[in-house]
T-cell receptor, first 119, second 114 residues
């Protein structure tokens, strides 16, 4: 089945530094990738949507200058948390959708998430 | 976007069947019913999806009501590894959310007792 690889799985950084998270679709081309964030005991919340070759679309309340998203190829999207603060500590999850006309009939494939801890 | 309603939690005994319900009374004709599950500290995992007819795969079965306003995910023999949060999500040809993303509710936390 389709595989999405997310790296790193866990990262600890100091307040004020930046962290980059990579999301790769290993065996399919992903025209669209989604970035979610999940706080403890809560559900996944969409942060932004990235389409290959164009600017990301951010959800309301998500700072685009703080969470930089790059989707430079059909198999790679990156999320950079800039000037991280303790409140950015969370579980970040990417997902990818392959090229398909009927999106309703196409599952989303998820990475295994990145646990970010900002000290 | 059409919403789904699921019980917050359910318990099951190991090796017994589990029926996880989902209500989606405002479902539209183009909405597929998707189920994902999330194990602790992992990303969601696709389980099954369907439109009108019941569906079976190696992981589970999906029973869809005739009026499509509810569905049930069936795990035929629960194992300890099935303990997870199960999400029932509607996904239309337009792709669910405005950008084609999946909109997650709170899901059902399934506990499996040995």
């Amino acid at each position: 089945g389709a595989v999405v690889s997310q790296h790193p799985s866990r990262v600890i950084c100091k307040s004020g530094t930046s962290v980059k998270i990579e999301c790769r679709s290993l065996d399919f081309q992903a025209t669209t990738m989604f970035w979610y964030r999940q706080f403890p005991k809560q559900s996944l919340m969409l942060m932004a949507t990235s389409n290959e070759g164009s600017k990301a679309t951010y959800e309301q309340g998500v700072e685009k200058d703080k969470f930089l998203i790059n989707h430079a190829s059909l198999t790679l999207s990156t999320l950079t948390v800039t000037s991280a603060h303790p409140e950015d500590s969370s579980f970040y999850i990417c997902s990818a959708r392959g090229v398909r006309v009927d999106r309703g009939n196409s599952p989303l494939h998820f990475g295994n998430g990145t646990r970010l801890t900002v000290t | 976007d059409a919403k789904t309603t699921q019980p917050n939690s359910m318990e099951s005994n190991e090796e017994e069947p589990v029926h996880l319900p989902c209500n989606h009374s405002t479902i539209s004709g183009t909405d597929y019913i998707h189920w994902y599950r999330q194990l602790p500290s992992q990303g969601p995992e696709y389980v099954i999806h369907g439109l009108t007819s019941n569906v079976n795969n190696r992981m589970a079965s999906l029973a869809i009501a005739e009026d499509r306003k509810s569905s049930t995910l069936i795990l035929h023999r629960a194992t300890l590894r099935d303990a997870a949060v199960y999400y029932c999500i509607l996904n239309s040809r337009g792709g669910g959310g405005s950008q084609g993303n999946l909109i997650f509710g709170k899901g059902t936390k399934l506990s499996v007792k040995p």
